[in-house]
C-alpha cells in the first residue's frame, strides 16, 4: 500500500519543475529521486548522485531499496557505463536497454568522456571525433572522384567541395529517416 503512494507520489511530481521539486517537503524523497534521473539524463553524475543521496536519506526504510536501484540504474547512464546500466535496469524490473541503445551509449563514453575523466581519456575523444570526421571527408572525397571522372573529372578543391555537398546530403537523410522512424515508433506506443 505505501509503495503505491510512493509511486503514486512519484508520477504526481513528474510534471512539477526542478524549482518545484526542490522545494518539495511532503514527498521530498520522490522529489529528489526525480531531480536526481534528470540529472542522469544530463549526464551530470554528480548532481544525480547527490539527489540520490537525499532521497534515499529522506525515505522510509522499505523504500531505500527501490531507490538505490534506481540510483545505480541512473548513475550508470550518467557515467555511460552501458554494461552496468543493463543489469540495473533489469534489476528494477524493466525492460533493458537494446544493444543498439547500449551500442551508442558506449561509443558516446568514449567520444565524450565523463567529467572528471582523465586528460588522456579527453584526448582519445577529441582524437576519435577528428578521425571520424576526416573518414568521412574521405569517403565523399571519393564519392565526388567517382561521380565527376564521366564528366571528365575534377579540380581537387571541387571534388572536396562536392564531396562534403554529399556528405552533409547524407547526413541530412539520415537525420530526416530516422526522425520519420521516431514518429512512427512513438505513434505505435501511443496507439
Known sequence: MEQKGALAAM?????????ELEAETKHKAAAQAILGARAAERYDAK????HFQKAISAAR???????????DASLALAERRAGD????????????PSNRQLF???????LVPPPGSSALLRIRGFLLIL??????????????TV???????????????????????GFVALYLV?????????AARAG
Open 11 to 19: 508520477q504526481a511530481l513528474e510534471t512539477r519543475s526542478d524549482e
Open 47 to 50: 548532481a544525480a548522485r547527490v
Open 61 to 71: 526504510p522499505q523504500e531505500r531499496m527501490q531507490l538505490r536501484r534506481m540510483a
Open 85 to 96: 546500466l543493463k543489469v540495473a535496469v533489469e534489476k528494477l524490473g524493466q525492460e533493458a
Open 104 to 110: 551508442l551509449l558506449k561509443v558516446t563514453g568514449y
Open 131 to 144: 578521425l571520424i570526421i576526416v573518414a568521412f571527408m574521405a569517403i565523399g572525397f571519393a564519392l565526388a
Open 147 to 169: 561521380v565527376t571522372l564521366p564528366f571528365g573529372g575534377a579540380s581537387a578543391p571541387w571534388r572536396a567541395f562536392i564531396g562534403l555537398f554529399i556528405v552533409t546530403l
Open 178 to 186: 530516422g526522425r520519420r522512424r521516431q514518429a512512427k515508433a512513438r
